[in-house]
């Protein structure tokens, strides 16, 4: 492995630990708002000062909203955390390996479970009304361009899982030659 690989690696490795780091703690915020609303601290000013586009079931509403923000931020922390065991495998020249195949089918299952609870939240807030909070794209009006994006992703992901799965194939067939 080339050195501009290796500086690369550990480049990609340490912004994923930082970013990794403030998903945990942005986890925990939500987690402990989560609790505070489950169980109705301070129910008359939550009400008092709650927005006006959430005038009923605040804490019903609220904690859907949230318990969902919170599957999508761990579904980034799985992701993150399998992108890391890929990505030491790689650093090992372990290319064709059945464990990289395992990580990237388990990063393609999280993306979709952060796009279906993207979804349904998007969903959720348009029904009842609530301003999108998910909306992510610099692109002002609607989420769409979020979707064509995530759709893109998941078939690179998805051929990129197929390429190792059929190198794995391949390096089984190779090894069984010798």
Same mark, same amino acid.
């Given at each position: ?8 690696? !550990? +480049? ?6 930082? $970013? ?6 942005? !986890? ?8 505070? +609303?489950? $169980? ?8 008092? &000062? ?8 605040? &804490?019903? /509403?609220?904690?859907? %909203? ?10 980034? =922390?799985?992701?993150? /955390? #399998? ?24 990063? =393609? ?5 952060? %796009?279906?609870?993207?979804? $349904?939240?998007?969903? &959720?807030? $348009?029904?009842?009304?609530?301003? !999108?909070?998910? !909306? ?19 078939? =690179?992901? &998805?051929? %990129? #899982? ?17």
């Amino acid at each position: 492995m080339n050195l501009f690989n290796k500086i690369l690696f !550990n +480049i990609i490795q340490l912004l994923i630990s930082v $970013f990794s780091s403030l998903l945990y703690f942005l !986890n925990l915020i939500f987690l402990f708002v989560f609790i505070i +609303i489950i $169980f109705h601290l301070d129910h008359n000013s939550l009400i008092k &000062y709650s927005s006006l586009s959430i005038r009923s079931h605040i &804490y019903l /509403h609220a904690s859907i %909203i949230i318990f969902m923000i919170i599957i999508m931020i761990l579904s980034l =922390i799985i992701i993150c /955390h #399998y992108i890391q065991q890929l990505i030491n495998n790689l650093k090992l020249n372990k290319y064709f390996v059945d464990a990289n195949v395992l990580y990237i089918r388990n990063t =393609i299952f999280s993306m979709l479970t952060l %796009i279906i609870c993207n979804i $349904f939240l998007n969903v &959720y807030l $348009f029904i009842n009304k609530i301003n !999108n909070i998910t !909306n992510i794209s610099i692109i002002s009006h609607t989420s769409i361009m979020n979707y064509i994006i995530y759709f893109v992703i998941l078939v =690179i992901s &998805y051929v %990129i #899982y197929n390429i190792f799965k059929y190198g794995v194939k391949l390096q089984k067939d190779s090894d069984s030659f010798i």
